[in-house]
């Protein structure tokens, strides 16, 4: 079982709508949070970075929480455009410096 | 103002010849990682240097190998490339490691290098 696991797989919206990206995950401690945003053929780019005592942090039109209880983490993307078509990623950075990946959600914005 | 570099963006190569790709940081960071990135899936770690400390993850195959000659540049060898190793493979930095300094640390990604094995 993947310690972090993203939901859905894939996403298709149409450009100016809202929507939600889930990330669930087991490990326990963990020092930080972050989603990153990858086009495709690029490198990752961060956009949010949460230690495990915040609840929520915006960057623009995303915003992403953080429920310890129920380890859960959410992006938030407001108005929708086409450039957020990419792959969001979510990531957990250990308290013993591990750094593990969640495979991403693919999120296409129709015009 | 390209923070962390990658060349060359697209590499192909053939089966068993083996290729070098390359990384440089205008950060001064002291951590450069190697990740393998497979389509749609996670980035992998194959190994980071914390300044000039090696250290290679558990699963990484001897197969690559990686050389930091100085601060700025990292190189990433493949010694006998099998079709198996086509990915993307990105390159990243951060100033320092988590638990060094018990601070979080912004990891900057390049752009990565695309390889094909013929």
């Known amino acids: 079982k993947n310690q972090v696991e993203q939901s859905p797989q894939s996403l298709i919206i149409l450009e100016g709508k809202n929507c939600t990206l889930q990330?669930?995950?087991?490990?326990?401690?963990?020092?930080?949070l972050r989603w990153y945003k990858q086009d495709t053929g690029r490198g990752p780019v961060s956009l949010t970075i949460?230690?495990?005592?915040?609840n929520t942090k915006s960057n623009g039109r995303y915003t992403a929480t953080l429920d310890a209880d129920t380890k859960q983490s959410s992006l938030h993307i407001t108005a929708s455009q086409l450039s957020d078509s990419a792959s969001y990623i979510c990531?957990?950075?250990?308290?013993?410096?591990?750094?593990?990946f969640g495979s991403g959600t693919r999120l296409s914005i129709r015009p | 103002d390209a923070m962390v570099i990658q060349n060359p963006r697209y590499q192909v190569t053939q089966f068993g010849k083996p290729v070098t790709l390359s990384c440089s940081q205008t950060?001064?960071?002291?951590?450069m990682y190697w990740y393998q990135q497979k389509s749609s899936q996670a980035p992998k770690l194959l190994f980071h240097?914390?300044?000039?400390?090696?250290?290679n993850e558990a699963d990484t195959p001897d197969n690559f190998q990686s050389r930091r000659p100085n601060t700025s540049f990292c190189f990433l060898d493949i010694r006998s490339p099998g079709l198996g190793d086509a990915a993307m493979y990105l390159c990243?930095?951060?100033?320092?490691?988590?638990?060094?300094?018990?601070?979080?640390?912004?990891?900057?990604f390049g752009p990565g290098t695309r390889l094909t094995v013929t």
């Open positions: 240097y914390y300044d000039k400390d090696f250290n």
């Open positions: 990531v957990l950075y250990s308290s013993a410096s591990k750094i593990i």
């Open positions: 990243a930095t951060s100033r320092d490691l988590e638990m060094v300094r018990e601070r979080v640390y912004e990891q900057y």
């Open positions: 950060l001064n960071h002291n951590v």
């Open positions: 949460m230690t495990f005592s915040e």
């Open positions: 990330c669930n995950y087991t490990v326990s401690p963990f020092s930080n």
